[in-house]
Nanobody
Framework: QVQLVESGGGLVQAGGSLRLSCAAS????????MGWYRQAPGKQRELVAA???????NYADSVKGRFTISRDNAKNTVYLQMNSLKPEDTAVYYC??????????????????WGQGTQVTVSS
């Protein structure tokens, strides 16, 4: 089956940078869109950034100009470059893959998947 494996989280001081990576593995033919969500304690999960297979992007207003999402379709991997980090960026960051086309046991199927989450902590 499909797995999303995230890496790159950690602790950083305000103003610093981190780069998150998320690699999708399995019998994948294509992925429609990939993105990053985050969830801070006591808050709902929110979209941070998303990128379609053609490269169009969408960002939350709170991260525009600071974060950049990119993807490598050949590697089924999405990245999130986070610059000028603020304490309010502290959250668990989740990778999301939408419209993942796979082939198992003689049939095609399309599903959405989530990663396990990676902690990002920004100290003031």
């Amino acid at each position: 089956q499909v797995q999303l494996v995230e890496s790159g989280g950690g602790l950083v001081q305000a103003g610093g940078s981190l780069r998150l990576s998320c690699a999708a593995s399995g019998s994948i033919f294509s992925i429609n869109a990939m993105g990053w969500y985050r969830q801070a304690p006591g808050k709902q999960r929110e979209l941070v950034a998303a990128i379609a297979s053609g490269g169009s992007t969408n960002y939350a207003d709170s991260v525009k100009g600071r974060f950049t999402i990119s993807r490598d379709n050949a590697k089924n991997t999405v990245y999130l470059q986070m610059n000028s980090l603020k304490p309010e960026d502290t959250a668990v960051y989740y990778c999301n893959a939408v419209g993942v086309l796979t082939f198992y046991s003689g049939s095609y199927s399309t599903n959405d998947y989530w990663g396990q989450g990676t902690q990002v902590t920004v100290s003031s």
